[in-house]
């Protein structure tokens, strides 16, 4: 992450470019039963995972569904 914004303040690149690298370091929080690593296959060659301990059928199914 540090990497990318002192492109930015070298003049590397654009704040949009950025912005778009700095998106596979994002968490999305899904129906406030899970928080995704949305970047994580792409920094570590491993896709996220869903912990299903306490969570509903239905939840996990939400969550399944948003991940694919």
Known sequence: MREILEKVARGEISVDEAEK????????????VARID????????????????G???EELA?????MV
């Open 55 to 57: 969570k509903t059928v």
């Open 21 to 32: 690298l700095l998106k596979i370091f994002a968490i999305e929080e899904i129906d406030n």
């Open 62 to 66: 939400r969550l399944a569904a948003k």
């Open 38 to 53: 949305v970047g994580r296959e792409f920094r570590k060659g491993v896709p996220e995972i869903i912990f299903a301990e």
